[in-house]
């Protein structure tokens, strides 16, 4: 029987590193290819000798798919395809293909640059790997070979994000990558076909959550920073360049001009830019109502927002900085907070979530106090030493918030995405081994479903399904005999004649057959003898044979014919004298195929009759 493979590479039981190698009717496909921001040494990459010990991935991948540009599903990119070595076909949405570049420069900076890390790609990297690139278009079926084809669907989740349904064959595998269920003020929500998909593979960051109104969470996340403004406070709030903020820029824009608040509202340099032109680029992603008014009002010009420079963090007064990463794990948003932290009166607001090992999961956790790395010195004896870091503890006195304005789909969007594609098989990655545990146990009341890690191979064998078309008439003359209407959840027997025309499959009458191939009907008739104890010659016999079926079997055309037979419907009657007794006649009955053996069965009872 056909198997389906699936091992994750990273995001088995965990969050980041999203990675999943899938084997499907003799094909490999590379599901994402993320980094773990909670690491800094190689377990940041994905573990590629699950595929190959040495040599090029070229040889083992048929392709690579990318849902989004976070970097917890890119971030690898270039270090699989450039150090590596793979030179494959690479898919992602064009507005992932966009982004993607520039977040990979953003992080290699800070990486690189700033931190003097090696082993680590380059910018030339970043744009050989850009190269391998090939757009995918919203539900536009791309042949990758002659067997293996992929189609996108709108994911939600930030600008470009995409599922991937993914068929060889009859056999198909749909990954989810991230998404959202439930439209915001910028993007709508995910959608895909009822293509009821061997396996899917969906992400379950929020597994056990069900999220409550969002009308709610947004008053609550307004006062919050209000109170903290009037207060005299600086809110800081940690988030990724494109998605979140984009959503709650619009949120406190609106705000700002309906209380005509003045304390001024920061965003990262560059990336208010950057994030406008994008979306007036791939205005089509986002959701209707920014679509409908964008000709009138650009939702992404912000009046009150601008441009953040570093030396406004030590300027006095109140003021909101949305500053990257959105996990505090690096950059601009972790320097604030060192900035920040020491006075009560400042507030983080960590809208999303936060990936164990970063400073924004700890803080989340309740920790006080951070052992972080200071700033690299070099000190000069009687001969010169190489650079050290400082240890520094820094002590948390802001208050700390959490309010999930993530973009993934909680425990109730999952289960409304697996009842919109219908799957046989559901895989779960991208999650938490005791959250996932939970929603496991409540997908496996209707569906089967697995959760490996990192590492582990889980097999599916898939039963092969032919397609075959029915015939309008014959499915007319099947609801005419009473039966029950076609359910795709209920199998049912249908009667007709199977016919194969340029290369597909028909199922149509046994008439319909006949004429469409142009050949003649063959009549298949079946036989049975009965004796009988009769002194009287074969004519008187066939004749009281007629007169006692006439009596016996009320409501059947019987006829008595001059060739010497009897008729009963379509069954025919003959009668002939045994060879070695005269008194024994043996009757030969014959009829078609088409004849119900209980009617035969209750004819030759009727024969045996006083």
């Known amino acids: 029987m056909p198997e389906i493979k699936v091992t994750p590479l990273g995001a088995g039981q965990d969050v980041g590193r999203s990675c999943i190698l899938v084997s499907i009717g003799g094909k490999n496909i590379m599901l994402d290819c993320g980094m773990h921001m909670g690491y800094n040494d190689d377990r940041r990459f994905p573990d590629f000798s699950y595929i190959t010990q040495n040599g090029r991935l070229t040889d083992f991948l048929d392709c690579v798919i990318i849902s989004h540009f976070h970097l917890d599903h890119c971030?690898?990119?270039?270090?699989?395809?450039?150090?590596?070595?793979?030179?494959?076909?690479?898919?992602?949405?064009?507005?992932?293909?966009?982004?993607?570049?520039?977040?990979?420069?953003?992080?290699?900076?800070?990486?690189?640059?700033?931190?003097?890390?090696?082993?680590?790609f380059t910018s030339q990297m970043i744009k050989d790997c850009m190269k391998k690139v090939i757009p995918l278009n919203l539900h536009q079926t791309v042949q990758v070979d002659d067997e293996l084809e992929i189609k996108a669907y709108y994911a939600g989740h930030v600008l470009g994000a995409a599922m991937v349904h993914i068929k060889v064959g009859s056999e198909s595998v749909v990954y989810t990558g991230d998404y959202n269920m439930t439209p915001d003020r910028h993007l709508g929500a995910a959608w895909i076909d009822k293509c009821r998909p061997d396996i899917l593979i969906s992400e379950s960051t929020y597994a056990t959550t069900i999220r409550d109104s969002k009308r709610c969470r947004e008053r609550d996340f307004l006062k919050k920073v209000h109170e903290t403004i009037e207060r005299g406070g600086k809110v800081l709030i940690p988030v990724f360049a494109l998605g979140r903020a984009q959503e709650l820029c619009i949120l406190l824009e609106t705000f700002w001009e309906r209380m005509n608040l003045k304390a001024p509202i920061y965003f990262s340099t560059g990336l208010t830019e950057k994030a406008n032109h994008y979306y007036k680029l791939f205005i089509t992603w986002t959701n209707q109502k920014i679509r409908k008014t964008f000709v009138q009002r650009n939702m992404f010009e912000f009046k009150h927002i601008k441009?953040?420079?570093?030396?406004?963090?030590?300027?006095?007064?109140?003021?909101?900085?949305?500053?990257?990463?959105?996990?505090?794990?690096?950059?601009?948003?972790?320097?604030?907070?060192?900035?920040?932290?020491?006075?009560?009166?400042?507030?983080?607001?960590?809208?999303?979530y936060c990936v164990?090992?970063?400073?924004?999961?700890?803080?989340?956790?309740?920790?006080?106090?951070l052992e972080m790395e200071g700033r690299a010195t070099s000190v000069t004896l009687c001969c010169p030493l190489a650079p050290i870091k400082l240890q520094i503890v820094l002590d948390v006195k802001l208050q700390v918030e959490y309010m999930s304005f993530s973009a993934h789909a909680d425990a109730k969007g999952i289960m409304q995405l697996i009842r919109m594609a219908e799957p046989r098989n559901m895989v779960l990655v991208h999650g938490?081994?005791?959250?996932?545990?939970?929603l496991k146990g409540k997908i496996e009341q209707e569906f089967n479903c697995y959760m490996p890690a990192n590492g582990e191979t889980i097999t599916v064998t898939t039963n092969p399904s032919v397609p075959v078309d029915i015939s309008l008439n014959l499915l007319k003359r099947e609801m005419a005999l009473g039966g029950p209407l076609p359910d795709p959840k209920k199998p049912r027997t249908m009667h007709g004649t199977l016919i194969m025309k340029e290369n597909s499959l028909k199922l149509v009458s046994s008439e319909q057959a006949l004429k469409e191939l142009g050949l003649n009907e063959h009549q298949l008739r079946f036989t049975c003898r009965v004796q009988l104890?009769?002194?009287?010659?074969?004519?008187?016999?066939?004749?009281?044979?007629?007169?006692?079926?006439?009596?016996?079997?009320?409501?059947?055309?019987?006829?008595?014919?001059?060739?010497?037979?009897?008729?009963?419907?379509?069954?025919?009657?003959?009668?002939?004298?045994?060879?070695?007794?005269?008194?024994?006649?043996?009757?030969?009955?014959?009829?078609?195929?088409?004849?119900?053996?209980?009617?035969?069965?209750?004819l030759t009872d009727g024969l045996y009759r006083d």
């Not at 008595?560 to 009963?568: A, E, K, N, R, S």
């Not at 005269?582 to 088409?594: C, D």
Request: with cysteine.
């Open 75 to 120: 971030g690898a990119l270039p270090y699989m395809s450039e150090m590596v070595g793979y030179d494959g076909p690479i898919y992602m949405t064009h507005p992932t293909k966009a982004i993607c570049p520039i977040l990979l420069e953003d992080f290699r900076k800070i990486t690189v640059d700033k931190k003097g890390e090696t082993n680590f």
């Open 307 to 352: 441009a953040f420079d570093r030396s406004y963090a030590d300027n006095p007064g109140p003021m909101v900085v949305f500053a990257t990463p959105g996990m505090l794990h690096a950059g601009q948003s972790l320097q604030i907070f060192k900035k920040w932290a020491g006075n009560e009166k400042n507030m983080v607001i960590m809208p999303g």
């Open 356 to 369: 164990q090992g970063t400073i924004g999961h700890k803080i989340l956790n309740g920790q006080r106090k």
């Open 432 to 438: 938490e081994a005791v959250k996932m545990e939970f």
């Open 533 to 602: 104890q009769d002194p009287h010659s074969d004519p008187d016999t066939l004749h009281r044979i007629y007169t006692h079926l006439k009596s016996v079997l009320k409501g059947y055309t019987i006829q008595h014919l001059p060739d010497g037979t009897v008729m009963v419907e379509s069954i025919v009657i003959k009668v002939s004298s045994s060879a070695e007794d005269t008194n024994t006649k043996v009757l030969l009955l014959s009829w078609s195929y088409q004849v119900k053996y209980f009617q035969c069965s209750y």
